[in-house]
């Protein structure tokens, strides 16, 4: 479990990296959530080191989910 900070920029990275998918595009953005929250697990909290995990997460993403 995270702390309120932790949980925050968590929220925030996913939001950023995710502002260009639509909401509908659940499996999408569960992808990137899910990469997101793996990394920070793993002792990965740097924003930018998040950012770049959810880039990654959403430019892999199988393609029927974008």
Same mark, same amino acid.
């Given at each position: 479990m995270f702390d309120a900070a932790t949980t925050a920029l968590l929220r925030a990275i996913l939001d950023e990296?995710?502002?260009?998918?639509?909401?509908? =595009?659940?499996? +999408? !953005?569960?992808?990137?959530?899910?990469?997101?929250? =793996?990394?920070? +697990? !793993?002792?990965e909290v740097s924003p930018e080191g998040l950012r770049q995990v959810g880039r990654d997460a959403l430019s892999r993403a199988p393609t029927m989910w974008r």
């Open positions: 990296v995710c502002r260009n998918v639509s909401t509908g =595009e659940t499996g +999408t !953005r569960t992808h990137v959530a899910t990469k997101i929250l =793996e990394a920070a +697990t !793993r002792g």
